[in-house]
Antibody
Framework: EVQMVQSGAEVKKPGESLKISCKSF????????IGWVRQMPGKGLEWMGN????????RFSPSFQGQVTFSVDKSINTAYLQWRSLKSSDTATYFC????????????WGLGTRVTVSS | AIQLTQSPTSVSASVGDRVTLTCRTS??????VSWYQQKPGEAPKLLIY???NLESGVPSRFSGSGSGTDFTLTISSLQVEDFATYYC?????????FGQGTKLEIE
């Protein structure tokens, strides 16, 4: 079964670092772009950017450029989203999703990782 | 960046109603838009891709149409499980962007 399994909820303090994960199953990990999507509490979906696991080619939305880092570990079919210094405004649920080639859509989604940043 | 404006922001309807949701893009989108359904506490679910293609497993009461800058999602006969928030998204140009969503509520 094709699925994406995300790491569990996190509670952090402002200024702390964080790396959350998204592990893919059931398909060739290297061949599909993976996108990251933010959803702040009670708000809509925001495209943060994406990464191509085969060569780690990365694109960012201007709103997130320089704020987060994307990476992958092809040996374990896992993508990561990382912050060096969290802010309270990073409190949100973060989804990873697979971009199906030739279809221009996110066809498989993780369940989301809730990140709470509070002092 | 291409902006996507969905209308209405929210709509109330009854089971059995036909509902049409709209997504307007600030520039032409060559590959069409995709449509997602999201229920509270859940991940979004793909319904329609490339403007009018029904994702496998999605009921046929959902349909998409449109081209250029104007796109619609139609639900032909609302079921209880369809009450949710719907988002459109474009993959034509980076940054890929979502509409702000339309919340479909029970009347």
């Amino acid at each position: 079964e094709v699925q994406m399994v995300q790491s569990g909820a996190e509670v952090k303090k402002p200024g702390e670092s964080l790396k959350i994960s998204c592990k893919s199953f059931g398909y060739i990990f290297a061949d599909y772009w993976i996108g990251w999507v933010r959803q702040m509490p009670g708000k809509g979906l925001e495209w943060m950017g994406n990464i191509y696991p085969d060569d780690s080619d990365t694109r960012f939305s201007p709103s997130f450029q320089g704020q987060v880092t994307f990476s992958v570990d092809k040996s374990i079919n896992t993508a990561y989203l990382q912050w060096r210094s969290l802010k309270s405004s990073d409190t949100a649920t973060y989804f990873c999703a697979r971009e199906r080639e030739g279809v221009d859509a996110f066809d498989i989604w993780g369940l989301g990782t809730r990140v709470t940043v509070s002092s | 960046a291409i902006q996507l404006t969905q209308s209405p922001t929210s709509v109330s309807a009854s089971v059995g109603d036909r509902v049409t949701l709209t997504c307007r893009t600030s520039q032409g989108v060559s590959g069409g838009v995709s449509w997602y359904q999201q229920k509270p506490g859940e991940a979004p679910k793909l319904l329609i891709y490339a403007g009018s293609n029904l994702e496998s497993g999605v009921p046929s009461r959902f349909s998409g149409s449109g081209s250029g800058t104007d796109f619609t999602l139609t639900i032909s006969s609302l079921q209880v499980e369809d009450f949710a928030t719907y988002y459109c998204q474009q993959f034509s140009t980076y940054p890929y962007t979502f509409g702000q969503g339309t919340k479909l509520e029970i009347e």
